[in-house]
């Protein structure tokens, strides 16, 4: 797939460094971005750049989406000047956007009913692990699309995992940031409740990450916690985002409830702070 002409849509945090291994890889990448300003600076990498979806669409064989929402695709594939509007065939369409199953199988048909492929490819990691091509990445949709989108996908992640039909790489990525939250929630609470009683954090933190408890990211939210840091590498507003789209398609266990109600609780404050300010509050000073 290394001539493969790939097209991309959606150049925010991680958008544009993912976009960036591709053209570091040796892909011919055209962009799309509303703010026309975020695409110089792959412009600047060799990017060209498209004026629509539509173009791209046309212009690309694999088109790559990284979006906020259920709303900006939605848009993005049905806008007068959309993906669809092409009216093109034999094209794949990999949405790696945080979205709902629901939204994923409403696409993978305008795609089919066009004879196009639609893969759903969310990723766990950050901007740390999209700069490095070191994303995991799990995939739904036809696997024979699957096998041809893989080598385009491999050369941003360190995993490339097949999940099923379409939308089950959504599912299991909202699976995935249910347990995200509730590991911060409970890594917070942990750090409250030793605070209050005279524990330093310090050591708290040193007695977790050498127990069997101990993880990367418990270990650099441990660190954010220790150094106040709540800049955000994945903001708390997305884990809202992210346990309401769970809830709604059926996840409505009793830790899942809570952590919603935790983190929709603190938005206002601290939605745009990492999801680690969930200490701050819960009352760690």
């Given amino acids: 797939m290394q001539n493969t002409r790939i097209g991309w849509v959606g150049l925010g945090r991680m958008g544009t460094p993912m976009s960036q291994r591709l053209i570091k890889a040796g892909c011919p990448v055209t962009v799309y971005n509303r703010n026309k300003e975020k695409e110089q600076e792959l412009i600047n990498a060799g990017a060209a750049s498209a004026a629509s979806p539509m173009q791209l669409m046309q212009r690309a064989d694999v088109i790559i989406l990284m979006v906020s929402d259920d709303a900006a695709t939605r848009n993005i594939f049905t806008a007068d000047d959309g993906l669809l509007a092409a009216a093109v065939t034999g094209k794949i369409i990999i949405n790696m956007s945080t979205v709902s199953p629901d939204v994923s199988r409403e696409m993978s048909a305008l795609c089919d009913a066009q004879q196009n492929c639609y893969i759903d490819a969310p990723v766990s990691g950050s901007v740390k692990q999209a700069e490095e091509s070191q994303l995991v990445i799990m995939a739904g949709g036809e696997e ?49 409740f030793a605070q209050k009683h005279g524990i330093a954090l310090a050591d708290l933190f040193t007695l977790i990450n050498n127990s069997a408890m101990g993880s990367i990211f418990l270990k650099i939210k441990g660190d954010a916690i220790a150094a106040k840091n709540y800049q955000p590498a994945f903001a708390l507003k997305h884990i809202v985002k992210d346990l309401q789209l769970a809830r709604n398609a059926g996840l409505q266990t009793p830790l899942a409830e809570t952590a919603l109600k935790t983190f929709s609780g603190a938005e206002s404050a601290a939605g745009e702070s990492d999801i680690i300010a969930i200490a701050k509050e819960l009352g760690l000073n």
């Fill in 144 to 192: 024979t699309a699957f096998l041809q989108a893989k080598l385009v996908l491999e050369k941003m992640g360190k995993l490339v995992m097949y999940m099923g039909e379409v939308g089950s790489g959504n599912t299991t990525k909202l699976a995935m940031n249910t347990l995200l939250a509730l590991q911060a929630q409970g890594l917070a609470e942990a750090a409250v």
